[in-house]
């Protein structure tokens, strides 16, 4: 018997259904993907699928990175299986599309509603031998149309800061349920899987992060270098994944700071859609800047201060081409971002006083020294004063960054191993 509270969640979204839709539609004045394969969303595109079928759900970017190497490796241990790369948002699909654009057996999707009814009908199409759900992604409808069908649920690469766990806790009786159904829960930390516990998971098993077995592509790290030579003997701070409300507080200090005029930033919002908004906060400021899209093969003037990154799918060329990352969502509490990949190019860090979803990971770099922690935006610009790239504390930092990641590296081969049981 389905409990009376998912049912009245179920019923919820259906209520729901017509603001949702028209959130889209509003959405995609500026991201044109929010309008595009809407059928998806409320399960009404035909799916057909003639052999086993994996099914990964990753909501957004970083969850779709983080799949990446876990999903070659299914492809490669199950060469009978499809898998089926669900997403939340446009800018998770296009990662997904640019990561699996050359392999042939990788679907992609937008993830239905999480209404019963939608739910039920999807799973019931494609059929899937298992159901992936990357990091977070603890949706109640989803989870006990899956357990009906009978179909294996796993929550990999799981995690859950202490402030996420309190917001949950309000609905604490629907997550746990949800929780309670999942076959396995896969964790990143040992403080993450005790959290989980703590709200309804039963069968938990830390195995790491997947984000240190990501490989740099070299296309774009060969893209990364050739910015360097056109940017030339230029000290350049990346500020990457850049917030609302961040871009503010990091133009206002840079202006305020007295640095060498060779320092050039690299500017790059998380979200596309705010691209032509932070170029307005350039020009209301009087910075001399361009576009990375308008980027030729010409050198990079040595006036121009700022390079605003307003592309995606190139992060990796953005490390390879700095000297010093800065990560954002950490100057506000926003929780930070995902630092692993400046730290896998060799990049020394700096990350603000909040980063409360990636704890761990940012206080162990903190600690063997791959990364520096700063209290505000000011002091962005007076670590990066003291910096000199060809010095042998820059060098040690940078080798440190990159020792740390292959340490922690393996978690791709562990979840793997723990899936074997329930993909057989």
Excluded at 47 to 70: C, K, M, N, Q, Y
Excluded at 139 to 153: F, N, Q
Excluded at 197 to 215: E, N, P
Excluded at 221 to 250: F, H, K, N, P, Y
Aim: proline letters at 5%; charged letters at 20%; a positive charge.
């Amino acid at each position: 018997m389905i409990a009376l509270s998912l049912r009245i969640y179920s019923a919820c979204w259906w209520l729901a259904l017509p603001l949702v839709l028209l959130r889209l539609w509003w959405r995609g004045r500026k991201e044109a993907g929010y309008r595009q394969h809407i059928s998806e969303r409320l399960s009404l595109a035909t799916v057909d699928f003639s052999s086993p079928l994996i099914w990964v759900h990753a909501v957004s970017v970083g969850e779709t990175r983080a799949a990446e190497p876990l999903i070659h490796a299914l492809l490669k241990k199950y060469p009978q299986h499809h898998v089926l790369l669900t997403h939340m948002t446009p800018t998770g699909r296009a990662t997904g599309a640019a990561l699996f654009q050359n392999e042939p057996r990788v679907s992609q999707s937008y993830i239905p509603y999480d209404s019963l009814s939608l739910t039920q009908r999807f799973i019931a199409k494609i059929n899937p031998s298992i159901c992936l759900l990357m990091e977070t992604e603890v949706w109640p409808s989803l989870i006990d149309s899956c357990s009906r069908a009978g179909i294996p649920i796993a929550l990999i690469n799981a995690r859950l800061s202490a402030r996420s766990l309190k917001r949950a806790q309000w609905f604490g009786g629907l997550l746990g349920d949800a929780l309670r159904k999942i076959t396995v829960v896969i964790a990143q930390t040992q403080a993450d899987a005790e959290r989980l516990h703590t709200l309804g998971a039963q069968t938990i098993i830390v195995a790491g992060s997947l984000k240190f077995d990501i490989t740099p592509p070299q296309a774009m790290l060969a893209m990364g270098r050739q910015w360097c030579q056109q940017i030339g003997d230029r000290l350049v701070l990346l500020c990457a994944s850049t917030r609302e409300g961040e871009e503010a507080l990091l133009l206002d200090a840079y202006m305020a700071a007295t640095l060498d005029p060779r320092v050039l930033m690299i500017m790059v919002p998380r979200h596309p859609q705010r691209f032509d908004e932070v170029e307005r906060m350039l020009e209301a400021r009087g910075l001399r800047w361009q576009r990375r899209s308008q980027l030729t093969t010409e050198n990079v003037p040595a006036s121009t201060q700022i390079l605003l990154g307003d592309t995606m799918g190139e992060m990796f060329a953005y490390y390879a081409a700095c000297d010093v990352a800065f990560i954002g969502g950490s100057l506000l509490p926003l929780g930070g971002q995902n630092l692993i990949e400046a730290l896998s190019c060799g990049k020394p860090v700096l990350v603000g006083p909040h980063t409360f979803n990636f704890k761990q990971v940012t206080a162990d770099a903190i600690t063997v020294g791959a990364a520096i922690r700063v209290p505000d935006a000011q002091h962005v610009f007076s670590s990066v004063s003291q910096m000199d790239a060809t010095s042998k504390d820059y060098q040690a930092m940078s080798d440190v960054a990159v020792q740390f990641c292959v340490q922690h590296q393996g978690a791709t081969a562990r979840t793997l191993k723990l899936l074997s049981p329930q993909l057989k």
